[in-house]
C-alpha cells in the first residue's frame, strides 16, 4: 500500500527541475473508504485504473470509475477518491508539470492547445472508459509511458515526451467548448474550499472550532459545513481528523517522540481520543502501526 497517497501527501515528489515527471504505482488498503485524500497539485495527472471501482471525485464533478478507466485530472484541480471499504482498488498514476509540455514562446500551438485550457474556453474529457478507437489507443499509450518509464532505456526522456504530446494530441481533438450558461460560482466554491484546507493545514496543530472557520470565512457555519461537503465528500470533522492523522502517521514513521508526545503536536489533547481516531482511519494503534511502518 502507498501510505503517501493515503495519507494526503501534497508534496510527493513528481519527477524533478530538470524532467518534472513521475509514475506513481498505487495499490490502495481496502480496509480504507478514503484512497485518496482530497488535495491538489500544480502538476496535471492521468490516472488509470488497473483493478477494481471506486469514485472519483474533481472539483465539484464526480464519476464512478473502473478498471482500464483513464481519468484526466487538470493542474490545481482537487481531487479525491473512494472506494467501499471491501472493495480493491489498484491504479498507476503519470503526473507531470504542464511546463514540459509548454511552448517556450506564445505561439499558436501554445494558445491553441493549452492557454486555452487555463482560460477554460475548452474542456477535456475527464473520464474515459474506453470503447471507442480513440479511447482504446490512449489507454495503450499510457500503458507505454508506464513501461518506459519503468525500463529507463537510452534517450527514454525524449520518448516520453513524445507520447504526452500524442496523448494530448488525442484529448484536444476531443476537446469540448465551455457552455455559455456553465454556472458561474464553481470557481468560488473550489476557491473557499481550497483557502478552508489550507487554514487546516496550517492550524491542525491548534484547536480548530466552527464558529472560527466562519467568522475567518465569513460564511454562515451550515453553509461552510454543506459547500465543503459537497466538494470534498467530507465533513469538515472528518477531514480535519484525517488530516491530522495523515500528519501524526509521519511523525510515528520519522521520529522516536512518545505516542503521547505526537498527539498533542497533531492537535489532539486527549490521547484517548486520538487513539479512537487513529483506529478508525489505520485499523491498528498508533504502536502497531509505528512497528509495521518500520
Known amino acids: 500500500m502507498n501510505q503517501e497517497y493515503l495519507l494526503l501527501r501534497e508534496e510527493t515528489h513528481h519527477g524533478n527541475a530538470m524532467f518534472p515527471f513521475m509514475v506513481h504505482e498505487i495499490e490502495s488498503d ?20 488497473t483493478k477494481g471501482k471506486a469514485e472519483i471525485n474533481i472539483d465539484s464533478r464526480s464519476y ?34 504542464p511546463a514540459l509540455l509548454n511552448s517556450f514562446v506564445t505561439d499558436s500551438i501554445q494558445q491553441k492547445y493549452f492557454d486555452s485550457l487555463l ?20 489507454l495503450h499509450m499510457l500503458e507505454e509511458v508506464r513501461q518506459i518509464f519503468t525500463r529507463k532505456e537510452a534517450a527514454y526522456e ?10 494530448w494530441y488525442l484529448l484536444c481533438i476531443h476537446a469540448q467548448k465551455k457552455k455559455a450558461d456553465a454556472p458561474v460560482n464553481t470557481d468560488y466554491r473550489i476557491s473557499m474550499v481550497k483557502s478552508v484546507i489550507e487554514y487546516i493545514k496550517k492550524h491542525y496543530d491548534s484547536p480548530i472550532f466552527l464558529d472560527t472557520l466562519s467568522e475567518e470565512f465569513h460564511i454562515s457555519k451550515g453553509h461552510l459545513c454543506r459547500l465543503f461537503r459537497s466538494i470534498t465528500k467530507m465533513s469538515l470533522v472528518e477531514y ?20 503521547s508526545e505526537i498527539a498533542v503536536m497533531t492537535g ?27
Open 240 to 259: 480535519i481528523n484525517f488530516y491530522r492523522i495523515s500528519q501524526s502517521a509521519s511523525l510515528l514513521t520519522e521520529t522516536d517522540r512518545e505516542i
Open 119 to 138: 482560460s477554460g474556453e475548452i474542456s477535456l474529457p475527464e473520464c474515459i472508459l474506453p470503447g471507442q478507437e480513440w479511447e482504446i489507443r490512449l
Open 30 to 49: 481496502p480496509s480504507f473508504r478514503e484512497r485518496i485524500g482530497c488535495h491538489w497539485h500544480k502538476e496535471i495527472e492521468f490516472l488509470v485504473v
Open 64 to 97: 464512478h470509475i473502473q478498471k482500464d478507466c483513464v481519468i484526466f485530472i487538470p493542474s490545481n484541480c482537487l481531487h479525491s477518491v473512494t472506494a467501499a471499504p471491501s472493495e480493491a482498488f489498484d491504479f498507476f498514476a503519470v503526473d507531470f508539470d
Open 158 to 167: 525524449l520518448l516520453i515526451k513524445a507520447r504526452l504530446y500524442e496523448i
Open 268 to 294: 489532539f489533547n486527549n490521547i484517548s481520543y486520538y487513539n479512537k481516531i487513529f483506529r478508525k482511519y489505520m485499523h491498528m494503534t498508533p504502536s502497531a502501526f509505528r512497528q509495521t511502518s518500520r
